[in-house]
């Protein structure tokens, strides 16, 4: 069964940084793209970032630019996004998700709350 | 950036009657990459629809989609209690992949 478990989710303060989390089980993690997409609260979905299976490619909303880094590390099946000069504007529940393009597979999603 | 709306915001129906949602795109979506998401309280989105208007694995017949170029729609035919929810259409033919803002459909 496939499964992602995400994780690191935390209330930081304005310009902090977290580190989020995607445990991948169930599936040949190194096989797939992986993505982060987040949802504010009460708001609808975006698509934040993706990674090529080998991690030799990356995709950045313009918005997240220069702030986050998504990497992975295919021998312990993890997806990470490491988040710098967070803003109130990032508060969301981040959600990973396997493929590139459209998702079948996501996971449960943690919440970033950046706020004073 | 394409630009995804989705009309009406809110749908208020009743089970056994017939759901129509419109996507609209800025600008045309490349080789009919679009797909639709089904999102309740508290759960992560449900792929139901990609490539416009290909079933997800378990998504009911009732649910199909269709259009081309910058219009779409998701039909659901006749509705059932578990199917009042928030729907997405998302375009993934151009970077960024972008959503649309939902459509609730109430009861």
């Known amino acids: 069964e496939v499964q992602l478990v995400d994780s690191g989710g935390d209330l930081v303060q304005p310009g902090g940084s977290l580190t989020l989390s995607c445990a991948a089980s169930g599936f040949t993690f190194s096989a797939y793209w992986m993505t982060w997409v987040r949802q504010a609260p009460g708001k609808g979905l975006e698509w934040v970032a993706n990674?090529?299976?080998?991690?030799?490619?990356?995709y950045y909303v313009d918005s997240v630019k220069g702030r986050f880094t998504i990497s992975r590390d295919n021998g312990k099946n993890s997806l990470y996004l490491q988040m710098n000069s967070l803003r109130a504007e990032d508060t969301a529940v981040y959600y990973c998700?396997?493929?590139?393009?459209?998702?079948?597979?996501w996971g449960q999603g943690t919440l970033v709350t950046v706020s004073s | 950036e394409i630009v995804l709306t989705q009309s009406p915001g809110t749908l208020s129906l009743s089970p056994g009657e017939r759901a129509t949602l419109s996507c609209r795109a800025s600008?045309?979506?490349?080789?009919?990459?679009l797909a639709w998401y089904q999102q309740k309280p508290g759960q992560a989105p449900r792929l139901l629809i990609y490539?416009?208007?290909s079933g997800a694995t378990g998504t009911p017949d009732r649910f199909s989609g269709g259009g081309s170029g910058t219009d779409f729609t998701l039909t659901i035919s006749r509705l059932e209690p578990e199917d009042f929810a928030v729907y997405y259409c998302q375009q993934y033919g151009s970077s960024p992949y972008t959503f649309g803002q939902g459509t609730k459909l109430e009861i």
């Open positions: 990674i090529k299976q080998d991690g030799s490619e990356k």
């Open positions: 998700a396997r493929g590139p393009l459209y998702h079948v597979y």
């Open positions: 600008q045309s979506v490349r080789s009919s990459y």
């Open positions: 490539g416009v208007s």
